[in-house]
């Protein structure tokens, strides 16, 4: 039976280890992130992969850092045939890569070269691509610089934000792996190096970019939040409050009213003026203090009092 090493930590990385487990394969250890404070409590939250570990009964390993720990080491001395990593976000050494008898290979949310990195799924959002996929490369030193060993494509629809995409991902790198897996332990395949002239990168998104500039053409609002939707959430300014936008669409409107005005309202609709002239219409928000809610419960309530020709939101 072949033994595996899983590395990952959030759903997409949980949904590609149930499928190995499926499958039969011996998960002899699985290391993920350690848990992680959320919340006004800070309470400890475990990651998808540590609750499916636990489930399983596999050994877990948690380390704060993996290079130059005692668990790297005991990881080494456990003669795995494969290490799989999916999203597990960080880096590992190159000692411990080449401890597997077989191969380390990756499960990377893009088609490399393009999107090397720690956010390539929010940035094919953010850049408005009509298409994504799935790439199992073998794992090296640099960042997701290893040969490509297969590749499955995915259309983006314009309903897609972070988390249906991630969904959507999880599931075909899931199938690809398992449809790779063997191929790799029979040597019936053959690696493609990528093309360094071709290499975009997706680092993590900032902070910075959590903050959504409606002087920006409505497009590019309307990428950016389904880009980091529903986690963590992009936000704007709205009558002086710090307000979460989760769902969008844009509007054709050529307005000339000045950036974050008020084009038009309703009982199940808002619409704000962006930098090109269009619309951004709101269909999911959540205010400071407030749960995530439909555009009609909003202006049910808290968005009762605005008014058509109203600056709302304020980019200075």
Same mark, same amino acid.
């Given at each position: 039976?072949?033994?595996?090493? $899983?590395?990952?930590?959030?759903?997409? +990385?949980? &949904?590609?280890?149930?499928?190995?487990?499926?499958?039969?394969? #011996?998960?002899?250890?699985?290391?993920?992130? %350690?848990?992680?404070?959320?919340?006004?409590?800070?309470?400890?939250?475990?990651?998808?992969?540590?609750?499916?570990?636990?489930?399983? /009964?596999?050994?877990?390993?948690? %380390?704060?850092?993996?290079?130059? +720990?005692?668990? @790297?080491?005991?990881?080494?001395?456990? /003669?795995? #045939?494969?290490?799989?990593?999916?999203?597990?976000?960080?880096?590992?050494?190159?000692?411990?890569?080449? +401890?597997?008898?077989?191969?380390?290979?990756?499960?990377?949310?893009?088609?490399?070269?393009? =999107?090397?990195?720690?956010?390539?799924?929010?940035?094919?959002?953010? /850049?408005?691509?009509?298409?994504?996929?799935?790439? !199992?490369? =073998?794992?090296?030193?640099?960042?997701?610089?290893? #040969?490509?060993?297969?590749?499955?494509? *995915?259309? !983006? &629809?314009?309903?897609?934000?972070?988390?249906?995409?991630?969904?959507?991902?999880?599931? @075909?790198?899931?199938?690809?792996?398992?449809?790779?897996? %063997?191929?790799?332990?029979?040597?019936?395949?053959?690696?493609?190096?990528?093309?360094?002239?071709?290499?975009?990168?997706?680092? /993590?998104?900032?902070?910075?970019?959590?903050?959504?500039? $409606?002087?920006?053409?409505?497009?590019? @609002?309307?990428?950016?939040?389904?880009?980091?939707?529903?986690?963590?959430?992009?936000?704007?300014?709205?009558?002086?409050?710090?307000?979460?936008? =989760?769902?969008?669409?844009? @509007?054709?409107?050529?307005?000339?009213?000045?950036?974050?005005? !008020?084009?038009?309202?309703?009982?199940?609709? *808002?619409?704000?003026?962006?930098?090109?002239?269009?619309?951004?219409?709101?269909?999911? !928000?959540?205010?400071?203090?407030?749960?995530?809610?439909?555009?009609?419960?909003?202006?049910?309530?808290?968005?009762?009092?605005?008014?058509?020709?109203?600056?709302?939101?304020?980019?200075?």
């Amino acid at each position: 039976m072949t033994k595996i090493i $899983f590395l990952g930590t959030p759903e997409f +990385s949980a &949904t590609v280890l149930k499928g190995l487990l499926k499958e039969g394969y #011996d998960i002899i250890a699985a290391v993920t992130q %350690p848990d992680k404070p959320v919340g006004r409590k800070q309470k400890l939250q475990k990651s998808p992969v540590k609750l499916v570990a636990e489930d399983e /009964n596999i050994k877990l390993y948690q %380390p704060a850092k993996l290079p130059g +720990s005692p668990e @790297v080491e005991e990881l080494k001395q456990l /003669n795995a #045939d494969l290490i799989v990593t999916a999203a597990y976000g960080q880096f590992l050494p190159t000692s411990f890569l080449e +401890s597997a008898k077989v191969a380390a290979i990756n499960v990377h949310g893009s088609l490399l070269p393009k =999107y090397r990195g720690g956010a390539p799924i929010q940035w094919s959002l953010l /850049n408005g691509d009509k298409e994504t996929g799935i790439t !199992i490369m =073998y794992m090296v030193k640099g960042m997701d610089a290893g #040969d490509i060993i297969s590749q499955e494509k *995915l259309p !983006i &629809t314009r309903d897609d934000d972070n988390g249906s995409l991630f969904e959507k991902m999880a599931v @075909v790198g899931r199938e690809l792996l398992l449809d790779t897996i %063997p191929k790799i332990l029979s040597g019936d395949i053959q690696p493609i190096p990528q093309d360094k002239d071709q290499v975009v990168f997706s680092p /993590n998104i900032s902070k910075e970019q959590e903050h959504i500039d $409606f002087t920006k053409p409505a497009e590019e @609002v309307f990428n950016q939040i389904r880009a980091l939707s529903p986690d963590p959430g992009a936000w704007t300014m709205i009558d002086g409050q710090r307000t979460k936008l =989760y769902k969008t669409d844009v @509007v054709e409107i050529n307005s000339d009213q000045a950036v974050g005005t !008020i084009y038009d309202l309703g009982k199940k609709k *808002l619409v704000i003026v962006a930098g090109d002239g269009q619309g951004v219409s709101i269909k999911k !928000i959540q205010p400071a203090g407030k749960k995530m809610m439909d555009i009609a419960n909003y202006m049910n309530g808290m968005g009762k009092n605005l008014e058509k020709g109203q600056q709302i939101i304020d980019e200075k």
